[in-house]
């Protein structure tokens, strides 16, 4: 990897400014990454191989260095302001339509104690985020191209993981019925929400049996990239 970084790169203070004017290894030590200089750098890698591959293939709209900070990075991150815990804990996570990686490749850059397959039905996203995977050396993050609904037949994702994540996908009772055999006893669902989306979705996961949900405190994103929040959802009687 250090091979990687410094290949026909300038120098760390300026490759810094190419990412953009936010402080993001600070943002990452507020929120818990293992070693935030080292993220630091390894972000910068990602950044610059997916605005290289996005000319190509298209991934994202979002490649600007404040689109990629703010909208993909600091989003990713902000998961363990709610849940400090995934910072911490072993948890096997599945992150179900990881589109070009947010927050799979994040989370797993950041706290290599999880174990993150990430999910998604298109195949050029999944084979992005297997080779960006390979080039930021991360072996705690296992890429699976597939419908989740199809995955959920399947004995080798039934009562596999601890946390279920999605950002950006299918409404939360839609995820959680096409994903309903994923998590283990006591796992729970984390969809990371607008407070419109949480608001327009309370009605019918009310109405979801065996459920209990909640949404966390609504927080501001930093550089003015909106507002979140959290819906967790956990089986009051196991699938």
């Known amino acids: ?11 760390l203070r300026k490759r810094k400014k190419m990412i953009s004017d936010f402080d993001l290894k600070n943002f990452a030590a507020d929120h818990l990454a293992a070693d935030p200089e080292s993220f630091l750098e390894k972000c910068i890698v990602l950044h610059k191989f997916l605005t290289e591959y996005n000319t190509r293939v298209n991934l994202t ?55 993150i397959t990430a999910i998604d039905s298109i195949g050029k996203k999944i084979t992005f985020v297997r080779q960006a995977a390979e080039l930021l050396g991360l072996s705690n993050l296992t890429a699976v191209c597939g419908r989740s609904t199809e995955l959920n037949c399947k004995k080798e994702f039934q009562n596999k993981f601890d946390i279920v994540t999605a950002r950006a996908v299918a409404p939360s009772p839609k995820i959680c019925r096409e994903a309903s055999r994923f998590l283990r006893r006591n796992g729970r669902y984390i969809f990371y929400k607008t407070p419109t989306q949480a608001a327009e979705e309370a009605p019918l996961l009310a109405n979801m049996k065996n459920m209990r949900w909640e949404n966390t405190p609504v927080f501001e994103l930093p550089g003015n990239a909106g507002e979140r929040l959290f819906t967790t959802g956990i089986f009051t009687q196991h699938q």
């Open 61 to 115: 709209r979002l490649t600007t260095p404040e689109d990629f900070c703010y909208k993909h990075v600091a989003d990713s991150l902000s998961i363990t302001r709610c849940f400090p815990e995934i910072a911490e804990k072993p948890f096997i996570i599945a992150d179900i339509g990881c589109g070009a990686g947010f927050p799979s490749l994040i989370l797993a850059l950041a706290f290599p104690q999880l174990q």
């Open 1 to 11: 990897m250090k091979c990687l970084l410094k290949q026909n790169n300038p120098p």
